[in-house]
């Protein structure tokens, strides 16, 4: 069974910085895909942040998000990362951790690529 930690969240003021983790089961890490990091706000759709490719590292992020958030990995610890830099108060949301059971084609941050997800960290962001 599949299962995916979030940790790392909380509350920050803007221009502070965060560092979340997900930890996977290590069937995950065992075959190719994608880990992926998405965040939902009150009363909003789910939008993609980041992800990276759990074989070749390639990554692909959110424009709202780009240059401030770095997404990373270390097989070793089946563990996926997002580092969130300059926060604003509008990255305040629910994030969460997913992983696709494969390959995942174009566009890298649709949800409906991810088959496994994990039950979320919240990020909130003071101004």
């Known amino acids: 069974q599949v299962q995916l930690v979030e940790s790392g969240g909380g509350s920050v003021q803007a221009g502070g910085s965060l560092r979340l983790s997900c930890a996977a089961s290590a069937s995950v890490y065992r075959s190719g895909g994608y880990m992926a990091w998405f965040r939902q706000a009150a009363g909003k759709e789910r939008e993609g942040v980041a992800a990276?490719?759990?074989?070749?590292?390639?990554?692909y992020y959110g424009d709202s998000v780009k240059g401030r958030v770095t997404i990373s990995q270390d097989s070793t610890v089946n563990t996926a990362y997002l580092q969130m830099n300059d926060l604003k108060p509008e990255d305040t949301a629910m994030y969460y951790c997913?992983?696709?059971?494969?390959?995942?084609?174009?566009?890298?941050?649709?949800?409906?690529?991810?088959?496994?997800w994990g039950q979320g960290t919240q990020v909130t962001v003071s101004s």
């Open positions: 990276i490719g759990r074989i070749r590292g390639g990554t």
């Open positions: 997913a992983a696709s059971s494969g390959a995942v084609g174009p566009p890298h941050l649709d949800p409906r690529n991810y088959d496994y």
